[in-house]
């Protein structure tokens, strides 16, 4: 699963992955809720590999295989942050999350603080 702030990003980010033959679909919240609910079925049932989400999917997914969540982008507040990287490890199973940081980043990274 592969978060982004933006819906722009959203975008950009699924259209890299079918360029590179992954099974992916995006949800963002400008989507009717049937068409999001549509995405989720096809991700819970595993007809795709990789799911793009805007926040709209931060919170509320309970998806079992759910290994890893990359953070395209920081997520601008750390109570998002923590939904997002929540979405792996359901169940008491283990999972990876990763942020990718850029320079416009710096100022929602920790950096030392705990």
């Given amino acids: ?8 990003d959203s975008v950009l980010v699924y259209d890299e992955c079918k360029k590179h033959g992954y099974k992916t679909k995006v949800i963002h ?3 009717h809720q049937a068409e999001r609910n549509d995405v989720i079925t096809d991700f819970k049932k595993q007809r795709v590999s990789t799911l793009i989400a805007t926040d709209v999917a931060a919170r509320g997914l309970d998806i079992s295989h759910i290994k890893t969540v990359v953070n395209y982008d920081a997520a601008r507040n750390y109570d998002t942050h923590i939904h997002r ?4 490890g359901r169940a008491g199973n283990k999972g990876d999350a990763i942020t ?15």
Avoid: C, P, Q
């Fill in 1 to 8: 699963m592969v978060f982004v702030t933006r819906k722009s």
């Fill in 29 to 31: 919240g400008d989507m």
């Fill in 85 to 88: 990287i929540g979405r792996t």
């Fill in 100 to 114: 990718l940081l850029n320079k416009e980043d710096y100022e929602y990274a920790a950096l030392g603080k705990t």
